[in-house]
Each structure stands twice: as C-alpha cells, then as structure tokens.
C-alpha cells in the first residue's frame, strides 16, 4: 500500500472530525456531510460520505470535482504537492512530519486515464462542429487551432437515473508543466449549441486533475490563469499572446502548479466567494514563490460574462488597466473603449 493510499485509509476513520475541521460551515445529514464547495462555503452542493466501505469518498457535483479526503484536503487548504498534503494530513492526525525524501506524484488511476486518452483520441478537432457553435455563442470565434480542444459527438455519461447515456461533448485536455497528458474535462453540450446541455452535471472530470490544467501557450515567464474553459478563452479573445491555462474549478486553481520559470502571474478570477479565496490563495502562493501576482478582475460573474455583454474591444480597454506597464506593449492590442460604448 502507498503513503498516500494508507493516510487516506486514516483520514477515512475520521470522517467526520476532518469535515468538522477543515469544512465548519458544513453540517451532518446523516451519513453524510453536506456543505457548499471544498473551501467550506456553506451550502449542500458537496458531500462527504462518513461511513461504511466509501468513507471520505466525496463528490461536489456543481464543480464537477470528487475525491478521497486527502484531495479535499489539498483543494481545501490550496496545496499543489502530494508532499505537502500528506504534512498536512500527518499535521491534522497528530502523526509525526515523514522524513525529507522525494514522493514521487502518484498516477491517476490507469481506467480512467486510459479511458481519458481513449476518449481524447477519439474526439475530432473543432472546426464545423457543435463545439464550435457552443463556444461561438459565448463570444469566442477563433478556436480552430486550440489543439486542446476537441469535439465528442457521443460522448458517454450517466443520466439522472443513473442508466448509460450518450450526448455531444466539448473535450478538453488536461495536462501537466512538463506537458504529459493526464485527464480531460468533459462539457456535454445542448444540441442547438445555445449552451450545455439540460443535465445535473454537464461538466464532469476525468483523470488527474490537481495541480494542472487546459492550457493555450507556452508559459515561460508570464502566465494567465483561470477557472473555466470559457472564462480563458474569453481573456485569450481579448490577448491572444498572453500564455494561459484554466484549472477548471476554484478548488483547482488555488492548487495550481506553477512553472518555474514564472516572474509574472495573472489570476482572471471570478467574482464570487469561491473565486476570490481561490485567487487569493494562488497568490499568496505565487508570491511565496518569488513570482509577482496580479488580478485580472471582471465587472460581472466572469471575463466570459464581460465579454459577452461588452465586447472584445471593450474587455480589452478593461484588461489594459490591470496589466503591468511592461506587458501593455507585449499582450495588448486594441484601442481603449469605455465599458458600455
């Protein structure tokens, strides 16, 4: 048994002492903890099994994102390194601190990275698709050469009823800093590709998603990171030589791995609870690491929103006053516009 496999089995005997430590704001529902998000944000979307065989198993459908305790624990407290999580865990159960060594970071589990590649593999590049249309209505004409995206026109998923079912998804692929393959976001779509489809969960992960992400450039010394998908895509309409990645949830962002070449980072976040902790706690990261952190905030929900309602011009007048002076001439392109002109 690994390290991280025998600290997750401890974890899981303590169920309900590490909901009650790391996520307060959460409450009991019988075999279960419910709570809104993995910061703790109060709420019913996340739950936590407490008991039996899947104990500390958790699942926050809303997000997309599941997992034993130890991930909860590594997006709970923003940590990017199994490392790290695994102090925190031996932290929280009073065991002592293991002795500096290298963890070598442990493979998602072969069926479902194997079944993420099968799937990738599978799915056709963007042009004249669904996917296309889809990202089209949300303001993003120019995705034909993002290699990272591609399109599943039946794409597997389990209904409300839990039976097997298949509908068109937008396939995004999930990578690691040194550019390995490691899992792929999947975004099922609405067959008039006005939006995604009528589904309790159309976004739903599979692989390894901690620590990585969607990425669009090369990032050497300046990086844009994000939540969604969308939400870069919309910053990379308005700056497209700006490199960026999106993690693909609050959770993830703040656990992002950061490339070590970094000086600069931009953090596009969203403007809820859940995204301003999670920039927050990049940041601070970041900064830890001798990299400078900067907000690229939106006016509304998301950039994607702003970019919508306002358009490209507009959202890069807005973007401008938030960049270093220095990347003004290297990233913006555009003449200043007010909002709402």
């Known amino acids: ?75 709970n407290r923003g940590l990017g390194r199994l490392a790290e999580v695994l102090d925190e865990a031996r932290a929280f159960l009073s065991l002592p601190r293991a002795p500096p060594v290298w963890y070598r970071e442990p493979a998602a589990p072969v069926g479902s990275l194997e079944a ?13 698709t669904l996917a296309e249309a889809y990202l089209r209505n949300r303001g993003i004409p120019d995705v034909r050469k993002d290699g990272s995206l591609r399109f599943q026109p039946r794409c597997w998923y389990r209904d409300a009823d839990d039976r097997l079912a298949r509908g068109p998804a937008l396939i995004a692929a999930v990578t690691a800093l040194d550019g ?22 159309p976004r739903r992960a599979l692989g390894h998603l901690l620590g990585n992400g969607v990425r669009f450039g090369v990032a050497r010394d300046v990086l844009a990171a994000g939540e969604g998908v969308e939400t870069v895509l919309a910053l990379r309409t308005a700056l497209p030589a700006l490199p960026m990645v999106a993690a693909l949830s609050a959770g993830h962002l703040a656990a992002l791995r950061l490339p070590p070449t970094l000086r600069r980072l931009y953090v596009a976040r969203d403007n809820d609870a859940a995204g301003r902790r999670a920039a927050e706690r990049l940041g601070s990261r970041a900064e830890a690491l001798g990299i400078e952190a900067l907000v690229l905030a939106p006016v509304l929900g998301d950039l994607n929103d702003d970019l919508l309602a306002h358009g490209v011009t507009a959202l890069r ?25």
Do not use: N
């Open 1 to 75: 048994m690994s390290v991280a496999s025998e600290m997750a089995q401890r974890l899981a005997r303590e169920a309900e002492a590490v909901c009650r430590h790391y996520l307060p704001h959460g409450r009991r529902e019988g075999r279960y903890w419910r709570v809104g998000d993995v910061h703790g944000t109060p709420g019913e979307s996340l739950y936590v099994r407490l008991h039996g065989t899947a104990a500390g198993r958790w699942a926050d459908p809303a997000a997309g994102e599941h997992g034993d305790l130890l991930d909860l624990i590594g997006l």
């Open 116 to 128: 993420a590649c099968r799937l990738f593999a599978r799915s056709r590049p963007l042009a004249g």
């Open 180 to 201: 390995r393959f490691t899992g792929v976001q999947r975004t099922w779509l609405d067959p008039s590709g006005r939006g995604k489809a009528a589904m309790p969960s």
């Open 317 to 341: 007048a807005h973007l401008r006053a938030q960049l270093a002076p220095e990347d003004v001439a290297r990233f913006w392109a555009g003449r200043d516009r007010s909002w709402g002109a």
